[in-house]
């Protein structure tokens, strides 16, 4: 049976508004009053919270501009009617801000009225006190075209963000601080952070709330906390500063899992904040929304979906997720058609662009899961923006029974580019980058430090000391490695040194001991470990999750003394290194000089496996041709790629599923564009890349696990 929410007049509506927003009887208020003055009197901590609708409700008229998004009758209204939350979620920093509009009128031609997003902090935040909110982090510009374009926003600033993003939206540097914050929680040292970082966060809002004639609806307090903790003070006291900054009048919210003890932990009590929930795609909702009702106040419950889910995440090692375009339409329509609201997640995934992607667990820390570059999520709306596929018509046609509008037309997929094959050069091992007898950048210790304790928050850090040679070989061990480290041996002679030998990889979800090879050297050998931090874990009970070498370094069982730390200065996504080995390296690849040393490592076969610099370039001839492309790196082992000094982010094949990764047309331009890579282990014989127009998740061992409904 076709529902839809039926047509009132202005009037009509406000006297139904009125009307629900009448109290109950007057001892179910008396009972209400004394059960909440009794709880004040025994935890004095949590200071009252004012209520979202303790103050008159303002009418819509046809005559005056009175606008209102508020809760009452178990339903969200709009300017004085009925309204029906039809969202998705879209992040901003995951979208090249040049395709910001084009995703969101995608959005909109599914049908959406509203768009979600996280805001993570460690992006805005990249070090102490150093705020960003230009390119991919100018979220005013992001949520200023919202409205441009008539969609509604409900923005989650965290501080927790989950998102399978770096340690959940996190910054790194927390680590490098002492005391050491604990997020989560309300440990003081964190909330004067989360103070700090919200004071130049939220005020940015406020003229954006709806009630001041912006796009902005709701704003989230944490992210499914219940999930994670019982600290209701800290729930608390974010939403005091949230209130500080945003007033009383905007809806704030939880999001949680829909059982009761997520809803226990991470709910507050009261009309203060409304309850939303979320819960597996398939499962019946009303039961759901039923107990959801029990955790927040009477009538303020309109059923809300925060999170449907419409496809799932993939870590390296799986077989790419998907789920059936069918059952998720058929599952949103038993959210629809009984007038409860939806926020697709996600209606497009996007990229992980630069080293931003998260990771999970399994039942210990030690099983470790980054995720892909690519987070297509298997949604509506492809991480290259295409929406001709079945999941997008599908969910397209239930949501036109229930919209209150007509739907826009539906545009056209953004057109593809091949620039065809891309010759590369190896222009510089990674190791001869280093120079290793100037102490200016170097870090020196008994024992291994953490990535974050040098500075190094992002990608790769080497680890250097030296040992006596044995016959027969040592047995190398690191109990706790975070994440992946490749380990080369060099034994230096009276002349120049030899060149590092590649012995093997540590790998922290292996845990695995390492044999050091049998080396006849007159000196002390050299030992080089190259750490590569993957991604910090961004959900779950080990979130904690410091990177590089975190324990002592063990050879046949003696703790290795005397360690020298080397950053690796490659710049993140939105930001640029001040020395940049990638810049040095793209335009140094067409330079007719050449070092002597620079001739003598091209000796060296293709398949070394000493990690190093390979460099090339392509060439586009009219702007009219710059189109979105993938780089395929089959034949390639593992590394890293920028594209005009852009991090387009990590490829693994040798793993999988992830064969290419997605280039967006901002990032090329009329001319020669050049590419650099940083490959850690094998190169194709060839060095050779090939630009494709379509992705490919093929690549890897089969039969490995996946997330399919």
């Keep these: 049976m076709r529902i839809r929410l039926k047509k009132t007049t202005n009037t009509a509506a406000s006297k139904l508004l009125a009307m629900a927003k009448k109290g109950s009887s007057n001892a179910t208020l008396f009972f209400i009053f004394v059960s909440f003055m009794l709880f004040c009197a025994f935890f004095p901590v949590f200071a009252p919270l004012p209520s979202f609708s303790s103050h008159p409700p303002h009418h819509s008229h046809r005559d005056t501009v009175n606008r209102k998004f508020e809760i009452a009758s178990d339903r969200f209204w709009k300017d004085g009617e009925p309204f029906q939350i039809i969202g998705g979620d879209l992040h901003y920093f995951r979208v090249h801000p040049e395709y910001w509009e084009d995703r969101l009128l995608k959005a909109k031609a599914l049908g959406l009225n509203t768009i979600q997003t996280y805001v993570p902090w460690n992006l805005h935040e990249p070090a102490p006190g150093k705020l960003v909110f230009e390119g991919f982090a100018n979220i005013e510009g992001f949520l200023n075209l919202c409205h441009k374009l008539g969609l509604l926003v409900m923005v989650r600033p965290g501080p927790y963000i989950c998102a399978e993003w770096d340690w959940g939206g996190f910054p790194g540097w927390f680590y490098s601080m002492n005391p050491t914050p604990k997020p989560r929680s309300s440990d ?189 999520y298997d949604a509506p709306i492809r991480e290259s923006g295409d929406i001709d596929n079945s999941k997008f018509n599908a969910i397209r046609r239930v949501i036109a029974r229930y919209s209150s509008v007509p739907l826009p037309s539906v545009p056209s997929n953004n057109e593809k580019a091949r620039y065809g094959p891309i010759h590369l050069q190896r222009k510089a091992f990674l190791f001869d980058t280093f120079d290793f007898t100037n102490s200016a950048n170097v870090f020196e210790s008994e024992t291994p430090m953490s990535m974050e304790y040098v500075g190094q928050f992002f990608g790769f850090l080497l680890y250097v000391t ?135 490592i091209y000796k060296y076969a293709n398949t070394s496996k000493e990690p190093a610099f390979y460099s090339g370039q392509f060439s586009i001839d009219k702007s009219s041709q710059v189109k979105d492309t993938f780089i395929s790196f089959n034949n390639w082992g593992k590394g890293i790629v920028f594209v005009n000094d852009f991090n387009i982010g990590r490829y693994w094949p040798l793993r999988g599923p992830q064969c290419n990764l997605y280039v967006p047309a901002p990032v090329l331009k009329e001319g020669d564009n050049f590419l650099v890579i940083l490959e850690l282990e094998s190169p194709d014989p060839e060095l050779v890349v090939r630009t494709v127009d379509e992705p490919d998740f093929t690549c890897g061992f089969s039969g490995m696990s996946v997330h399919q409904l």
């Design 466 to 600: 030296e040992y006596k040679a044995k016959r027969g070989g040592r047995i190398l061990f690191i109990p706790k490695l975070h994440d992946r480290a490749q380990v080369f041996i060099s034994c230096p002679s009276e002349e120049s040194g030899a060149r590092p030998t590649y012995v093997g990889t540590v790998e922290r979800w292996l845990n695995n001991k390492l044999s050091l090879p049998d080396v006849k050297c007159h000196f002390n050998i050299n030992l080089f470990i190259l750490v590569e931090n993957m991604g910090r874990v961004n959900y779950g009970p080990f979130i904690f999750d410091r990177k590089g070498i975190l324990s002592s370094v063990y050879l046949d069982g003696g703790k290795v003394k005397g360690w020298k730390m080397f950053p690796i200065p490659l710049h993140n996504l939105n930001e640029m290194s001040n020395y940049n080995p990638i810049r040095q390296a793209a335009y140094s690849a067409f330079s007719e000089n050449s070092s002597s040393r620079k001739k003598l």
């Design 188 to 376: 003081p040292t964190f909330l004067q952070l989360v103070e700090r970082w919200w004071s130049n966060l939220l005020p940015k809002f406020v003229p954006l709330l709806y009630d001041n004639g912006g796009p902005i609806i709701m704003v989230q307090i944490e992210n499914e906390y219940g999930s994670y903790g019982n600290d209701k003070a800290y729930l608390h006291q974010l939403v005091t500063l949230a209130r500080g900054h945003l007033g009383h009048d905007v809806i704030l919210y939880t999001t949680d899992g829909g059982s009761r003890e997520n809803l226990e932990k991470g709910t507050i009590r009261g009309d203060a904040v409304f309850s939303a929930v979320d819960f597996s795609t398939g499962e019946d909702p009303w039961p759901i929304f039923k107990l959801q009702k029990e955790f927040n106040a009477p009538g303020k419950s309109p059923p809300l979906s925060a999170e449907f889910y419409t496809g799932w995440l993939t870590h390296w090692g799986e077989k790419i997720a998907k789920t059936d375009a069918d059952f998720t339409a058929a599952a949103l329509e038993k959210i629809l058609q009984k007038n409860g609201s939806a926020v697709l997640y996600m209606v497009h995934g996007g990229t992980n662009f630069g080293f931003y992607n998260g990771a999970n667990t399994g039942g210990d820390e030690a099983d470790y899961k980054p995720d892909l570059t690519s987070y297509d």
